[in-house]
């Protein structure tokens, strides 16, 4: 059937101390890398700890400046900046995590479904993420809150709807482009069911696109919740949230800008770091994509 | 190697895109000479017929603009000829007679005449009249074209209000010919007639040459509707609107006034606002509860934390300007430990939990969480549940279900709803009912202030809801527009006096 | 005879690492240089860096004289007046090689209109001569030039890349492996091609090749390459009378290399171990339109054969002709759609689940590609041990160990290699691997399909051996697929020539090899090449010059 | 290519189809009763069943839907509750905002990123790609409505050049309305076009590491006529990808975008019929918008195939 040797992606090759020997010389990764694991830090610290107690509003300590006592200053409510930037850490780590794990939970299963079992399921479900895909994650959010009403965890359900078709696809590409590969013959020929050659050979080797791509939608997902939160429609007060920060701050620019711009500083580095993480890691992991880097 | 060209291609692509922009920003802000008024509104009217809905937004465009009556409001709230030059009424209080303006034409060209008054007032009490404000007219008994220019009402019972009833946006005459097509192409006889209605953006109207009075000193203007604050904060400053007389976000008010540009008019409205309790539910039964809520809640710190200090505080339901107020601010002063010890003799020592179910506006919203602080303090913890007003009509208004929620009453003197059975408050007191049935018989002004004094009394000692503020109306206009209305005694944004001072 | 095209002292690195060390060659009018070499062994760079066109990151030393100017000093700008219009390549994968998304036409008068300002019109014309030139007028009749790369064959494609490279009669042409990719019959007919062309329009070439029987019948001078340094050279017949240097000598040894003939002969009268009857496998193509019918792809057509115990039977055809569908047939892979298979007297197909697996534990098989058949994240232990997963219930975790460490051994690897991964092997070391991955089960019939193609000549030596030896200590039976006559004959006792999913020819390896009779075994045999064959030829020529 | 086409075709009706579907059976569920909303806090119960009688809400689910799917098909979209006008002429105004809105950001998004991707590409590795790809690697991360609050600042309320939102009208000022939607289209294109500049610049990239590149070069080519002639035009396969994956992000960006600009296009619509549960007009807008992005998909896959061959043939 084949008429040429069919050319392969390479596979990335297995060397862990090679790879965390070159993540160390990597500028996307360590850039991103710090960036996350500092986001990740504010969020889980806001668990037990903030300076100040985000839900206990003090009108005669509003809009403070920057100093020792309040670091970032206070927001309209006497409400500590800082202490709101964390939880608003917490809210975009969780809602990105969750987010990205229905996606991958639901979407890869899908996906090698999709990969193994040619013909009508295979149809079904690309039809399926077809029609997910034509609705804007943001209109499906809109749908969504409209009927349960916003809140965190509908903006996370938004989100992760979205999701599921991308991983799905990444992951039937990435089991297709597997699919002629002789080691999976191999293990065939062993005797092992599509299950177990699933979950020992297709899984592991397409891990790699698989946490490539979590890092991607991850900011994405981030970047969603706050323009949710922007419009009202995600997470509710008391809890904070980077987008709803920014609405609330903007008609005060004028004389206190810094209520606008430490939310806005926070969305785009906690985007960049992921972006950044994600790079680091495709260069790091897929050598096929190295020089896509900047 | 060919970078040369390359990033020559690169240089014209993004002088091009510069030219484009000099090209597009050039024009805009021209000086040229004003004669147009661009006016912000939060809501979209749903259509333009003043006669038949009761949304404020619909006469907020075409009253005294588009639509006249037979008299009209002032500026300070004085019931002023309009329509009608002149009316007498006769001696035994029944009958009113008004003389009209002559040489008055619709905007279609047809003539006004007394026909059309007998028309729509006739159209406004019909049997099956939509019209919002219907107890306006239940007085008159007949309409009877005297001539063309001369028209009486008759009325069942004699009543002082009629010429200011007449004023309303929902008595308003119309020509029978258009009634039926006013709700998207109002015809009226005001100085102004409609032209165009871009749904979701704005109204626009513009001077009417066959007007039969003074010509207005404008010759176009438009509505533009915007309900986001931010937006509305945006349109405004950066010059793209030329007033905005109900405007949404009081922290920005301390921006135009201390901005030479603009001016800034404080007014007052009647809208109590309230934090509402279910009556009927869990600890509200209570009436300690509610105490010591009240105690709980700082009134002053939620008005200048969510309003910016724009708005009353009040102690009950009732409009501190009215002359029946009763000052009652001093029955529940901010006092957590009071609250706390009521709560604790309630049989709530470390509180509960409730929902707080808010609705759109920035005062619920901002408020609640506010709120929301100060009554952790005593330990009741909230759980905040925004709503749209669809869903706040159906869960909180209709079928109560809700445990506190924010929202300002804007009908005046309605202090009557809490005589009514199933109002969303729940809230049911004989004695209140009573004082309500015995001011409805007194006609006595002293007397009636007496009681809606101590109906005010019995609602606040009872604490049915957290009285918070009266809300403030704040209005902004370019410094340059003069003959804005600085109060509304009634919804409606008259533009026939206004120009612009530099032209 | 003058040299059109000098090299001399052509050092070349790649971020400081040495790619060609102190290179010359001088190419001649007419005349065929011949550069010989493993992979790796810095051939293609030499015609990279006659072409200027070194990856990026490369730095290059020494003089490349053309017609009096020196290369190496020439800007790009210079260069693009030179490539394609006097100097041109021929590259190894036709596929690649041609933009997917432009036509034949487009991309033959690319380089006529870019070198001689002609106008698309004139360009066409002169593409069709082009074409002509290279065989391909047939095909001009049925719309090729508005042919898209995907739409040819392989052998059509080399002949559009070989035009691109003649189009503007350049004076010197380099090919660099362009044979490589293609089947042995249509190696032959590219071959006299670029010959007739090289002769015709008196072109000097630089022929690149690993394959030295090719070298040897097209080039009249050849040089042997070792690590960047050109380690012998000499007109064709002398170099490969009076070798000298050890590597040419190991090279040319291998090269001809014929593993040990068998000891035992074949037991035949017993039961025959695989049974093939009348096996058909079709494949659905995809539909035209939805008015056509479903046309199906006959990939195997009623094939019948037997193989007995301890037999090593040979699989010969080109690409394309149904060796490797079946081969995936008979392991259980993908059943038939017509016809049996018999294995130990059982249908794999038919019978129990745990049967089937006891039948699998008889049946292994070795891939062709020693890099693509192991997953890169297993250790050698868990990728050699994988078939043992069929004996679960009976094996031990450590008689596994042991079994795989036994295995190890027996194909010249050490038990220590157990806990390496595969990345760190050279490409021989892993289809030793693969093998002992097939013998862990020790099964009694081994498929291999193509294990020696993807391997270079010397590495290529040993492994055949390997599969010599195995056969002959551990008395198990091959179905050994290739297009490797060579091969094919080196290792088995019957042979089946297939051509088209048909069976056309079986019998005897040598007889079959030695005295073809369907008329495609005669064509695969004759275009096979062979390195004595193409050296007593080239004698006898040289020898009718001579007298 | 035609059958390409009509295959292509049929799974679009089918999305479609499903698209419906699950729209009008969102809808079904979200609380709130139309006429209540429109009747406000006085409503009378007989007045409310008489609206809901006159609005079609009484009749069973499947014929509701099959009636809404029939009304479309024929261009009847039913009438709004709300502003008690014909929805398609809703639609029809909002779609005059909408469309220029995102078709614009996504042309201005595309004349920004190619060019840079392919300067980018061309000196991958050397200072100045590094530096673009690192502002593009930043402006990724910048929401839109972010640099859409910048820009009004700048712009509007600084500079007072350009309006902070509203849009005038075609009809009425054609010039006024450019500049209504140059703020929002730039808004939006800016982040588009750094994801855009990056995918351009990875897949030409790509497309110059292939061997039919080295081809192009030993035919003599320049390497600049190598980079138009056969890196560019085939890097634009991935882009394509891209360019049509935005389209859906656009469509919701313009949800925020409008909202910011107080815009009068069909994300507002829908945003203000949500909460004014107008139905009836969500409901066709909502599908409106789905059907385009399903329909962008369609085209984008059938220009894979203009651009690639190698995909005409494959359903």
């Known amino acids: 059937m084949n008429q040429e040797l069919p050319s392969y992606p390479p596979l990335a090759s297995f060397d862990e101390i090679s790879i965390w020997k070159k993540a160390f010389h990597s500028r996307s990764f360590v850039i991103g890398a710090t960036l ?48 709101m930037l964390m939880v608003g850490a917490r809210t975009s780590i969780i809602v990105a995590l969750i987010a990205v794990g229905i996606g991958m939970l639901i979407g890869v299963p899908l996906g090698l479904l999709a990969a193994a079992q040619k013909g009508f399921l295979e149809e079904l479900v690309m039809r399926t993420n077809d029609l997910i895909f034509a609705f804007p994650s943001l209109l499906s959010a809109v749908l969504i809150t409209s009927i349960f009403g916003p809140g965190t965890i509908n903006a996370v359900i938004a989100i992760g709807i979205f999701n599921i078709p991308v991983f799905a696809r990444v992951a039937r590409g990435g089991a297709l482009s597997l699919s002629g590969r002789e080691f999976l013959l191999a293990a065939r020929l062993s005797g092992k069911s599509s299950f177990l050659i699933t979950l020992e050979h297709i899984i592991p080797n397409i891990a790699n696109l698989l946490i490539v791509q979590a890092t991607i939608q991850l900011s994405l997902a981030i970047l969603s919740e706050a323009g949710l939160s922007y419009l009202g429609l995600g997470t509710q007060p008391p809890m904070a949230s980077w987008g709803r920060m920014l609405y609330e701050a903007q008609t005060m620019v004028a004389f206190a800008p810094q209520l606008a711009l430490y939310p806005g500083f926070a969305i785009i580095f906690s985007v960049l770091g992921f972006n950044l993480l994600g790079d680091g890691l495709r260069d790091l992991l897929d050598p096929k994509m190295r020089r896509r880097v900047a | 190697m060919h970078a040369k060209s390359l990033k020559s291609r690169l240089l014209c692509l993004a002088g091009g895109a510069a030219l484009v922009l000099a090209a597009l920003t050039g024009a805009h802000g021209s000086a040229e000479a004003k004669s147009s008024l661009s006016l912000g509104m939060v809501l979209e009217p749903p259509h333009l017929d003043a006669t038949a809905g009761a949304a404020a937004a619909i006469d907020e465009v075409v009253y005294q603009n588009v639509f006249q009556g037979l008299t009209r409001i002032g500026p300070d709230g004085s019931v002023l000829p309009s329509l009608a030059k ?254 706390k010890e009521l709560l604790a003799k309630a049989g709530y020592p470390d509180g509960f939990s409730a929902t707080l179910k808010l609705p759109p506006p920035t005062y619920a919203r901002r408020g609640g969480e506010l709120i929301a602080s100060d009554l952790k303090k005593i330990g009741i913890d909230l759980k905040i549940v925004p709503v749209e007003w669809a869903q706040w009509l159906s869960e909180v208004f209709k079928e109560t279900n809700y445990d506190f929620t924010i929202v300002s009453h804007v009908e005046p003197m309605d202090i009557g709803i809490y005589a009514r059975d199933k109002y969303y408050f729940n809230y049911n007191s004989d004695a209140f009912k009573k004082l309500i049935e015995e001011l409805n018989v ?61 032209n | 005879m003058t040299s059109v095209f000098s090299a001399t002292d052509l050092c070349v690195s790649i971020s400081g690492k040495p790619i060609l060390r102190n290179v010359s060659f001088d190419l001649e009018q007419g005349k065929i240089l011949g550069l010989v070499g493993e992979s790796g062994s810095g051939k293609s760079m030499s015609a990279l860096s006659a072409m200027q066109l070194l990856p990026e990151g490369a730095h290059q030393i020494g003089d490349l004289m053309f017609e009096g100017k020196n290369l190496t000093r020439a800007t790009d700008t210079e260069m693009t007046h030179v490539r394609g219009k006097d100097i041109s390549m021929v590259f190894q994968e036709p596929l690649t090689a041609l933009n997917p998304t432009r036509t034949i036409g487009e991309q033959v008068a690319e380089g006529l209109r870019w070198h001689q300002g002609l106008t698309r019109k004139e360009a066409m014309d002169q593409t069709i001569d082009v074409l002509e030139r290279v065989g391909l007028g047939l095909g001009l009749e049925y719309g090729l030039i508005d042919r898209f790369p995907h739409q040819l064959s392989g052998g059509q494609r080399q002949r ?68 960047g340094v050109i380690v012998e050279r000499g007109p064709t017949c002398e170099l490969f009378d009076n070798l000298s240097h050890p590597y040419s000598k190991k090279l040319f040894e291998t090269s001809n290399h014929v593993p040990v003939p068998r000891q035992e002969p074949v037991d035949k009268i017993t039961q025959p171990l695989l049974k093939v009857s009348n096996v ?268 | 290519m035609l059958w390409f086409a009509f295959l292509r075709l049929i799974g679009l009706l089918t999305t479609l189809l499903a698209a419906s579907l699950v729209i009008f059976v969102v809808l079904e569920v979200i609380p709130g009763d139309p006429a209540e909303v429109m009747l406000g806090l006085n409503a009378q119960p007989d007045t409310l069943a008489a609206l809901r009688a006159e609005l079609g809400l009484n009749a069973p689910l499947s014929t509701r839907y099959v009636n809404w799917l029939l009304g479309m098909l024929q261009g009847e979209f039913g009438v709004s509750y709300t502003y008690s006008v014909p929805v398609s002429e809703l639609i029809g105004e909002r779609i005059q905002v909408s469309l220029p809105l995102a078709t614009g950001a996504l042309i201005l998004s595309t004349v920004i990123a190619i060019p840079i991707g392919v300067y980018s590409a061309r000196y991958h590795g050397k200072v100045i790609d590094t530096g673009i790809m690192s502002i593009a690697q930043i402006g990724i991360a910048i929401p839109n409505f972010w640099i859409a609050i910048l820009l009004v600042y700048v712009f509007a309320i600084v500079l007072r050049v350009l309006p902070s939102g509203g849009f005038p009208g075609w009809d009425v000022s054609f010039f006024g309305s450019l500049q209504a939607l140059l703020l929002p289209v730039i808004a939006l294109a800016l982040p588009q076009a750094s994801i855009l500049a990056r995918v351009m610049r990875s897949a030409l990239l790509d497309v110059l590491h292939e061997d039919y590149i080295r081809t192009a070069r030993a035919k003599g080519l320049s390497n600049k006529a190598t980079l138009w002639r056969h890196g560019v035009r085939n890097a634009l396969i991935p882009v394509l990808t891209i360019l049509g994956l935005q389209f859906s992000f656009l469509i919701a960006g313009t949800v925020i975008i409008e909202n910011l600009f107080y815009l009068p296009g069909l994300g507002r619509l829908i945003f203000q019929g949500i909460t004014q549960r107008d139905l009836i007009v969500v409901k066709s807008s909502v599908m409106l918008l789905v059907a385009l992005t399903i329909f962008v998909t369609f085209l984008v896959d059938i220009a894979y195939a203009a651009i690639d061959p190698r995909l005409r043939r494959r359903a």
């Not at chain 3, 690993?210 to 070298?215: E, K």
């Open chain 2, 442 to 502: 007194t006609v006595d002004e002293e007397k009636r202030y007496e009681l809606l004094k101590q109906a005010q009394q019995v609602i606040s000692e009872d604490a049915v809801n957290v009285y918070l503020f009266q809300l403030a109306k704040s209005a902004v206009w370019n410094a340059n527009v003069k003959g804005l209305w600085r109060n509304s005694p009634t919804p409606g944004n008259d533009l026939s006096q206004v120009y612009w001072a530099n």
């Open chain 1, 36 to 83: 996350a694991l500092v986001i990740l830090i504010a969020g889980v610290t806001s668990v037990f700890w903030t300076p100040y107690a985000i839900d206990v509003l003090d009108v005669s300590k509003r809009l403070k400046p920057m100093s020792s006592e309040f670091w970032f200053g206070t927001d309209q409510y006497g409400r500590d900046i800082f202490s």
């Open chain 3, 160 to 227: 559009v890349v070989i035009a691109i490279a003649i189009a503007c009669k350049p004076k010197v042409l380099i090919a660099d492996e362009p044979t490589t990719a293609l089947d042995v019959t249509v190696q032959a007919q590219i071959l006299t091609l670029l010959k007739d062309i090289v002769r015709k329009e008196q072109m000097a070439m630089l022929l690149i090749s690993h394959d030295l029987a090719v070298v040897a019948d097209m080039a009249d001078t050849v040089a042997i390459m070792k690590d």
């Open chain 3, 280 to 547: 058909l496998r079709e494949y659905p193509l995809p539909r035209a339109s939805i008015f056509t019918r479903r046309q199906w792809h006959r990939a195997v057509q009623h094939v019948s054969f037997h193989v007995a115990p301890r037999q090593s039977m040979g699989l010969v055809g080109e690409s394309g002709c149904g060796k490797s569908t079946l081969a995936r047939t008979i392991l259980g892979l993908t059943p038939p759609n017509a016809g049996h298979i018999q294995f130990l007297g059982k249908d794999p197909y038919s019978v129990s689940r745990k049967d089937r697996q006891d039948l699998q534990l008889g049946i292994q098989a070795v891939f062709q590609d020693p890099y693509g058949s192991f997953d890169p994240r297993h250790t050698v232990e868990r990728t050699v041990g994988e078939p043992l997963h069929l004996m679960r219930n009976e094996l031990s975790r450590s008689q596994r160990k042991k079994r795989v460490h036994e295995v190890l051994e027996s194909v010249g690897l050490s038990s220590a290699d157990a806990n390496k991964y595969p990345h760190e092997f050279s490409g021989g070391q892993r289809q030793r691997i693969a093998i002992a991955r097939a013998l862990v089960t020790n099964p009694s019939l081994i498929v291999a399909d193509e294990p020696v193609s993807a391997l270079d000549v010397s590495i290529r030596a040993q492994i055949l051996d390997l599969f010599a030896d195995l056969r002959d200590r551990l008395g198990m039976a091959y179905l050994f697929i290739s297009h490797d006559l060579s091969a094919v004959q080196a290792i088995t006792d019957r042979v089946i020539v297939m051509n088209a999913g048909r069976i056309v020819e079986e019998g005897p390896t040598g007889e079959v090899f030695s005295n073809p009779k369907h008329p495609y075994t005669r064509i695969l045999v004759s275009a096979a090449p062979d390195l004595n064959e193409a050296l007593r030829k080239r004698r006898e020529e040289e020898n009718k010059h001579t007298h």
């Open chain 2, 86 to 339: 002149s009316w007498d009424v006769s001696e035994d209080g029944m009958t009113y007679r008004f003389h009209l303006q002559t040489g008055v034409l619709f905007h279609d060209g047809t003539p006004f005449s007394a026909d059309d008054v007998k028309f729509s007032l006739d159209r406004a009490r019909a049997e099956g009249s939509v019209n919002a404000q219907k107890p306006l007219f239940a007085a008159i008994s007949d309409v009877v074209v005297v001539d063309p220019q001369t028209v009486n009402i008759k009325l069942t019972t004699p009543s002082g209000n009629l010429a200011y009833n007449l004023a309303w946006g929902d008595a308003v005459i119309v020509s029978p010919k258009t009634a039926e097509t006013n709700k998207t192409q109002p015809v009226g006889t005001g100085p102004f007639k409609f032209d165009r209605w871009m749904k979701g953006q704005e109204i626009r109207i513009s001077r009417f040459d066959q007007y039969w009075g003074d010509q207005p000193k404008l010759e176009k203007a438009s509505f533009r509707f915007i309900s986001d604050p931010n937006a509305a904060f945006a349109a405004m400053i950066s010059g793209d609107l030329d007033a905005f007389p109900t405007f949404s976000a009081p922290e920005t008010i301390i921006q135009f006034q201390a901005d030479p540009r603009f001016e800034v008019a404080i007014g007052t409205t009647e809208g109590e606002t309230i934090l509402a309790m279910n009556n009927t539910r869990g600890p509200l039964k209570n009436k300690l509860v509610r105490q010591a809520i009240s105690h709980a809640v700082n009134k002053q710190a939620l008005i200048d934390g969510a309003m910016f200090g724009l708005g009353t505080p009040i102690g009950t339901h009732f409009a501190p300007h009215h002359p029946a107020y009763n000052d009652l601010t001093g029955l529940y002063p901010y006092d957590p430990a009071k609250a």
